[in-house]
């Protein structure tokens, strides 16, 4: 019943931003973590971004660290991930996750899933 929708996918240029949004349903998500991954055809799905419940520990890829913002939303059992100065290799479906835990790297260490929303990035 737990459901992770994504929005605010779509096609930018180099350098563009989006704005992500996972809204959770079906349970109360305190004291979860929340993570973003992202996966790009015929690649293993990465970590992104996590956030713990309190905002108190974020963690980032470095990749994208200095770019990408996570946050949340409690009272809405949101969380978002704001992207900018985009890369076209950054180009892949980007996926909301939750676990009830500490923030983790590893993908199948996260319970719930979104389908994912797609971010293209042209160059």
């Known amino acids: 019943q737990v459901q992770l929708p994504e929005s605010g996918g779509g096609l930018v240029q180099t350098g563009g931003s989006l704005r992500l949004a996972c809204a959770g349903s079906?349970?109360?998500?305190?004291?979860?973590?929340m993570g973003w991954f992202r996966q790009a055809p015929g690649k293993e799905r990465e970590v992104v971004a996590g956030?713990?419940?309190?905002?108190?520990?974020?963690s980032y890829a470095a990749s994208v660290k200095g770019r990408f913002t996570i946050s949340r939303d409690n009272a809405e059992n949101a969380v978002y991930l704001q992207l900018d100065s985009l890369k076209p290799e950054e180009t892949a479906v980007y996926y909301c996750?939750?676990?009830?835990?500490?923030?983790?790297?590893?993908?199948?260490?996260?319970?719930?899933w979104g389908q994912g929303t797609q971010v293209t990035v042209s160059s």
């Open positions: 956030i713990t419940w309190e905002g108190g520990r974020i």
């Open positions: 996750a939750a676990r009830s835990g500490p923030i983790q790297t590893v993908s199948m260490e996260y319970k719930y």
């Open positions: 079906g349970g109360t998500f305190r004291d979860y973590t």
